[in-house]
């Protein structure tokens, strides 16, 4: 088989994940998607880490640790819009894991993405325009 029918049949895949103290989670993920069928030089796994306390940073290697400026040009350019988004989206979460209004810890909303206090009901929604500092985004 030529390599460009393998290519038709095996499109090149990105698993981009976002991740914030995902220890408990990553482990099993990885390993669900080492177990597929899918050719391994078919596929890459790029995991945007918003600066996570637990263990998911010893998890991750070996991964290459990248800062998100190093990924551009290095994937294609949807990829990279995708990895930031997902850098953005966990960035939002973890700046609103406390209510702004009364300081109680928030909640995730079901099938929406945002977060909601149990105690006095705020809720903050991440916006599509949401471009707020990214302190650190690092992309493995
Ligand atoms: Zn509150």
């Known amino acids: 088989m030529s390599s460009s029918v393998e290519n038709v049949q095996w499109p090149r895949v990105s698993f981009i994940m976002p991740t914030l103290n995902a220890e408990a989670l990553l482990d099993n993920v990885l390993a669900s998607i080492a177990r597929q069928t899918y050719p391994r030089d078919r596929y890459e796994i790029i995991l945007a880490d918003a600066m996570s306390k637990d263990a998911t940073r010893e998890i991750a290697p070996p991964f290459e640790l990248l800062g998100l400026r190093a990924l551009y040009?290095?994937?294609?350019?949807?990829?990279?819009?995708?990895?930031a988004r997902a850098v953005q989206i966990v960035e939002w979460a973890a700046t609103h894991r406390f209510c702004g209004?009364?300081?109680?810890?928030t909640e995730r909303t079901p099938g929406e993405r945002a977060m909601r206090c149990p105690a006095c009901g705020l809720s903050a929604y991440?916006?599509?325009?949401?471009s707020g500092s990214l302190r650190h985004p690092e992309v493995f």
Do not use: I
């Open 73 to 83: 040009g290095a994937v294609d350019e949807t990829v990279f819009g995708v990895a």
């Open 126 to 130: 991440y916006s599509r325009s949401h």
């Open 101 to 105: 209004r009364c300081a109680t810890r």
